[in-house]
């Protein structure tokens, strides 16, 4: 599914999405709403070519959908109040972060920083993101490093590995996991300036970025997804 002809979106598309996903989130008027948001997140990352992805989170969502529809029909115990609360954060937190995940998955980091210099943004709003961009592959790539080095010295990286010795679970997970995203974040900084991202010179790209109609049409399926859950 990963290697399907994927459609390419403009960088600005995404940020308006994103912000358009935490709206509707926050004001969100029911669950079923919030699956059928997460539904559309899934299908634009089909159509970006993230298909496995989209598919797994949209079957994740479905299951805390599931859960939570049953704790709700259930009694009204200490256990189901914690649970519930538990699950109406997660809910809220779900699609944006399934949305990211999509939007930081398929974007370059030049791609990114040409469409902030056609809207004009400040280097102090660029720069940070940009980093970021960079940031979150670097640190899964060392995640995967961490787990290899545990499984050698008989330590699962998992929650039944914590319960069963978390002491030494934290030290072999926490420790090499912070001085790895210090180092990465210092060494990604240093590189970004190498390589000239505070020149104020005009950016180039090899990618032609510019805001088309399934741009146009995506954000408007979006924003009309957004007003019905208000309006409708």
């Known amino acids: 599914m990963n290697g399907s002809p994927r459609l390419r979106f403009d960088p600005r598309t995404k940020i308006l999405l994103i912000l358009l996903c ?15 948001l997460v539904s ?12 496995l992805y989209a598919l797994v989170g949209l079957m994740a969502y479905t299951v805390l959908f599931l859960l939570t529809k049953a704790s709700l029909a259930g009694g009204e115990t200490t256990l189901q109040t914690t649970l519930i609360a538990f699950l109406g954060l997660f809910h809220k937190v779900y699609p944006s972060g399934f949305l990211a995940g999509i939007v930081i998955a398929t974007t370059k980091v030049s791609e990114f920083l040409s469409a902030m210099h056609r809207i004009r943004a400040p280097k102090s709003l660029t720069i940070p993101l940009a980093v970021m961009l960079r940031y979150l592959p670097t640190i899964r790539e060392d995640w995967r490093f961490i787990k290899d080095a545990m499984h050698l010295r008989d330590v699962s990286p998992s929650l039944k590995g914590l319960l069963i010795q978390p002491v030494m679970t934290a030290e072999c997970l926490y420790v090499p996991l912070m001085m790895s995203a210090s180092r990465a974040a210092d060494e990604l900084s240093i590189a970004s300036v190498t390589r000239g991202i505070e020149n104020p010179a005009p950016r180039t790209c090899l990618t032609r970025i510019r805001f088309g109609l399934v741009d146009l049409l995506t954000v408007f399926c979006f924003g009309v997804y957004f007003a019905a859950g208000q309006f409708l």
């Open 40 to 51: 559309m997140i899934a299908l634009l990352g089909v159509s970006g070519g993230k298909g």
């Open 22 to 36: 935490v709206l509707s989130t926050a004001m969100a008027p029911s669950l079923s709403y919030v699956l059928g």
